[in-house]
T-cell receptor
Framework: EPEVTQTPSHQVTQMGQEVILRCVPISNHLYFYWYRQILGQKVEFLVSFYNNEISEKSEIFDDQFSVERPDGSNFTLKIRSTKLEDSAMYFC???????????????FGEGSRLTVL | RKEVEQDPGPFNVPEGATVAFNCTYSNSASQSFFWYRQDCRKEPKLLMSVYSSGNEDGRFTAQLNRASQYISLLIRDSKLSDSATYLCVVFFSGGYNKLIFGAGTRLAVHP
C-alpha cells in the first residue's frame, strides 16, 4: 500500500540551528501539506503546496519556515533558525484532490519529532 | 469562537458501551466534515466523512447539523481497539484542502 514517508523520525537540535525535514508523498498525489502537533495539543495546519508553489499558509508559517519540492519526489520543510517553541511532531501529508468538496482524505506520514534544546 | 471545538474528554467506557462525541465549528460556509482517529504518538488517519444526511460505517455513525454547525460521532458496541483520540476535522472554505483539526476527544475503552 502506498504511503507517505518522512525522515528523520526524530531530530534533536540546538536553538538557532537550521533544520530540514523531508517527506516523500504518495507518487500520484498532487497536493502536499505540512502540519505540526505540539505534545498534548491539536494538529495545526502550517502550509499547503500545489503545482510547485504554496497555495495557503497559516500564521504559524512565518519567514523562518520554507517549503520546496526540489526533485519531483521529495517535499521538504526548512526551519531556518529554530526556537524552543518549534519543538513538535511535524506531519507531512498528501492527497490526490484539491478544492471543495473533497474526500478529506489526507494521507499522513508517521511524523518527524523535532526537539529544540 | 474556536474554529473547531470538541470536548477533550477523556471518555472512559466499558467494552460494549455506546459513546457519542460532539463537535462544533465556526465557519458556516464549510462544506466538508470528517472524523479522523489518532492513536497515541501516531499520525491521524481518516475514520469517516460526514454527510448531510448522516452516514454509518459499521459501528460508527456520523451526523451533521448545518443549522447548529454541529457534528457528532456515535460508536456502538465499543471495543478495546477503539481506544484513541477522535479528531473532528473541517474543511474551511477559501483554501486548498485546508483541513482544520479540533483538539480531539480521548476515548479509553476498558474491559
Amino acid at each position: 500500500e502506498p504511503e507517505v514517508t518522512q525522515t528523520p523520525s526524530h531530530q534533536v537540535t540546538q536553538m538557532g540551528q537550521e533544520v530540514i525535514l523531508r517527506c516523500v508523498p504518495i507518487s500520484n498525489h498532487l497536493y502536499f501539506y505540512w502540519y505540526r502537533q505540539i505534545l498534548g495539543q491539536k494538529v495545526e495546519f502550517l502550509v499547503s503546496f500545489y503545482n510547485n508553489e504554496i497555495s495557503e499558509k497559516s500564521e504559524i508559517f512565518d519567514d523562518q519556515f520554507s517549503v520546496e519540492r526540489p526533485d519531483g519526489s521529495n517535499f521538504t520543510l526548512k526551519i531556518r533558525s529554530t526556537k524552543l517553541e518549534d519543538s513538535a511532531m511535524y506531519f507531512c501529508a498528501s492527497s490526490d484532490t484539491g478544492g471543495e468538496p473533497n474526500t478529506g482524505e489526507l494521507f499522513f506520514g508517521e511524523g518527524s519529532r523535532l526537539t529544540v534544546l | 469562537r474556536k474554529e473547531v471545538e470538541q470536548d477533550p474528554g477523556p471518555f472512559n467506557v466499558p467494552e460494549g458501551a455506546t459513546v457519542a462525541f460532539n463537535c462544533t465549528y465556526s465557519n458556516s460556509a464549510s462544506q466538508s466534515f470528517f472524523w479522523y482517529r489518532q492513536d497515541c504518538r501516531k499520525e491521524p488517519k481518516l475514520l469517516m466523512s460526514v454527510y448531510s444526511s448522516g452516514n454509518e460505517d459499521g459501528r460508527f455513525t456520523a451526523q451533521l447539523n448545518r443549522a447548529s454547525q454541529y457534528i457528532s460521532l456515535l460508536i456502538r458496541d465499543s471495543k478495546l481497539s477503539d481506544s484513541a483520540t477522535y479528531l473532528c476535522v473541517v474543511f474551511f472554505s477559501g483554501g486548498y484542502n485546508k483541513l482544520i483539526f479540533g483538539a480531539g476527544t480521548r476515548l479509553a475503552v476498558h474491559p
